[in-house]
């Protein structure tokens, strides 16, 4: 049987995460529609996976090297369950010929332990580019939708919609009640995705693992964004759902008359992906490290 405390806690957590979500819309509803430019290029390389070949690690968690016309962004920083040295991200960017001195800026999606680098890192609300430390980042900025520290950097906290380069931009933070047990720790937390306009096709959604939901997520870009969203890629924490139950969103999705559709694996079981690639075949890309998916 529930505790009776507990029960009544998490309704409480519930009712505030909701109405919080709705002060948060409302918000981004008035704003005029942001205008972020755009890119002709834009290339997805996943670096950490659950999906990858067998010269490549692969894990419960997500990175991605995203390449636009001018930036080169580091989306999350996988996980390193193991705390081994080097992580599972770092030798499979040593392996793709990528450095951190590649890298224009850093984005973190939300502060988990798969995309932060490791249970130590979410812990001391932090995070670490390579799973075992925390290297100078030098001028690299940092855009994290939760207050987090970082030796040397100061990582700028995003709460709204925002441009960040020419046609990049963050959707900005989606408050979302913590799933257990991590909500003992941590009840309420938020999450970011990043939208990138490719010139003459849309908006492109890069997902870390759409805690906030498909339906509200693609709300707020279209809201917010002036122009269509055509594409979503990464995680969208589908986990066991079978496909009855995916119907909902898939039509979401598919309303948008979407380009690219590529699910990661890493928090969506096989069923589910092969689910989503069933329902846009025609666009739907897989998800596996070290190849990129190349959109422009």
């Known amino acids: 049987m529930l505790n009776p405390v507990l029960l009544g806690v998490t309704l409480v957590r519930v009712i505030l995460s909701n109405l919080k979500i709705r002060t ?3 918000k981004i509803a008035k704003r005029p529609p942001l205008e972020i430019g755009e890119t002709k290029k834009l ?3 996943p670096l950490y996976e659950a999906n990858s070949p067998d010269n490549l690690e692969k894990g419960y968690g997500l990175s991605y090297l ?6 080169t962004i580091l989306f999350d920083l996988g996980h390193n369950p193991k ?3 080097p992580s599972p991200l770092a030798k499979n960017m040593a392996s793709l010929g990528i450095s951190m001195n590649d890298i224009d800026m850093l984005i973190i999606s939300h502060r988990h332990p798969d995309h932060v680098g490791g249970w130590k890192w979410w812990q001391e609300k932090t995070f670490s580019p390579d799973g075992i430390s925390q290297p100078t980042l030098g001028d690299i900025p940092v855009y994290a939708p939760e207050k987090i520290t970082y030796p040397g950097s100061s990582p700028e906290f995003v709460t709204a919609p925002k441009q960040l380069a020419e046609g990049v931009a963050t959707t900005g933070g989606f408050a979302f009640a913590e799933p257990f047990p991590m909500w003992r720790l941590n009840p309420e937390d938020s999450e970011q995705s990043l939208a990138v306009n490719v010139a003459g096709k849309g908006v492109v959604l890069i997902v870390g ?3 906030m939901g498909l339906h509200r997520l693609l709300k707020r ?6 122009n269509p969203v055509v594409g979503v890629i990464g995680g969208l924490h589908y986990m066991r759902k079978k496909e009855d139950q995916l119907q909902g969103e898939i039509e ?4 948008c008359k979407p380009l690219l559709v590529a699910l990661s694996p890493h928090d969506s079981f096989p069923e589910a992906v092969h689910t989503f690639e069933d329902a846009f ?3 739907y890309k897989p998800v596996k490290v070290g190849e990129p998916i190349v959109f422009s």
Do not use: Q
């Open 83 to 85: 705390a081994t040295s």
């Open 281 to 283: 075949s025609a666009t």
């Open 24 to 26: 948060e819309a409302g």
């Open 43 to 45: 290339e997805i390389l």
């Open 221 to 226: 870009a279209k809201t917010v964004f002036s």
């Open 66 to 71: 995203i390449k636009t016309d001018t930036k």
């Open 252 to 255: 979401s999705l598919r309303a």
């Open 209 to 211: 693992c759409g805690h």
